[in-house]
């Protein structure tokens, strides 16, 4: 399927840079201008855009949700930052890094409130706006259970059941960006709320795929960091990770210590013992398991079964996501079993 997806992501960069430089002073301008010079994928912003595209909806009515849920995306990843001690985003200093934290914690709160202002610039009944609104407010929660979740978890011990809890971080931090662009889409394109559930949950399970995936390039790949396995270093809970745990390996205890140590203490034969012990359990396979299923999930659907173009979607969009990771033989795998 084609789509006029680049000239939307236009669009709505312009309107998000109006509301920017309307409501920023010269300093914090400067400071988004910076975060803003070098572009992310606009996922989720695609994802709505596309979509919409699919059911046929006048995408000049989308414009200000999809600016919305990707501002509030950017702001998580200016805060996000500042929570792991990311020094790079895109390949260039993160915010916090260039400018400091207060600055940075200042630009992820602005890009916060005013994007409902997008919202408020539809040309739609109030019923839809105030339907937004509140998706809108639901929407950034999620993302910050998901997030605090994420800080909770690092008490690894703590958590009667790891695979559980990660999964519901994810969904959370990752996941309700996917889901809730669709609905938001949905909405918009005035399909029935009980199509809107059943296909937003899909979408949902999109957004752990993505994540997952993002937990394998970690490791196996580039982030457009200057390093690798930032994660462990982090220590966040991956999904490489949770598997290992799992697995009741001998090297559990000293893994944890490694994992619970701060970024700047862990050291590089750290890693490289934790990647070792990631390989010796199979965690990886296990991992590329875990994705499998929720890729079932979504090419097994009815939903997707009957709507040929939302089945031609689907399957694009699960290959543009696992792309940064084919070079793993089980994703290639994946990839050639779609319909594209």
């Known amino acids: 399927m084609e789509f006029e997806t680049q000239k939307y992501i236009d669009q709505s960069a312009k309107l998000a840079k109006r509301l920017i430089e309307s409501q920023t002073d010269p300093y914090l301008h400067k ?66 890094k260039k400018y400091g934290v207060d600055h940075a914690i200042n630009a992820g709160n602005i890009l916060l409130l005013i994007a409902p202002l997008a919202i408020q610039k539809l ?13 809108y407010a639901h929407m950034g929660a999620s993302v910050v259970r998901g997030q605090s979740k994420e800080f909770v978890l690092k ?43 059943k296909l937003s949950k899909l979408f949902l399970e999109l957004g752990v795929i993505f994540q997952i995936q993002d937990d394998i390039l970690d490791v196996y790949g580039t982030k457009g960091r200057d390093e690798i396995a930032t994660d462990i270093k982090e220590g966040k809970i991956s999904a490489l990770l949770v598997h290992f745990l799992l697995s009741k390996s001998s090297d559990h205890e000293k893994v944890v210590r490694i994992i619970q140590k701060s970024r700047e203490q862990t050291t590089t034969e750290d890693v490289d ?68």
Request: net charge negative; glycine share 6%.
């Open 273 to 340: 013992f934790v990647l070792g012990a990631f390989k010796q359990e199979n965690a990886l396979e296990k991992t590329v398991s875990m994705l499998k299923d929720k890729y079932d999930i979504i090419v097994e659907s009815e939903l997707v079964a009957e709507d040929k173009d939302l089945k031609l979607y689907l399957h694009q969009t699960l290959k543009k996501i696992l792309g940064p990771i084919a070079h793993i033989d089980s994703i290639q795998d994946l990839i050639e079993g779609l319909e594209v």
């Open 155 to 197: 008490d690894i011990n703590a958590s009667e059941d790891i695979e559980t809890d990660y999964e519901n971080c994810i969904e959370n931090k990752t996941g309700a960006l996917f889901r809730d662009v669709v609905k938001g889409i949905c909405i918009l394109a005035n399909k029935d709320p009980l199509y809107g559930e």
């Open 31 to 96: 400071v988004l201008t910076y975060h803003y010079s070098k572009n992310g994928k606009c996922l989720r912003s695609r994802i709505g855009i596309e979509l919409g595209s699919v059911f046929g909806l006048d995408l000049s009515l989308s414009m200000g949700w999809v600016t919305a849920v990707e501002m509030l995306h950017n702001s998580t990843l200016i805060h996000d930052d500042i929570q792991d001690g990311d020094e790079y985003r895109r390949g260039q200093e993160s915010i916090w």
């Open 123 to 135: 040309k739609i009944i109030p019923s839809k706006k105030l339907a937004l609104l509140d998706l």
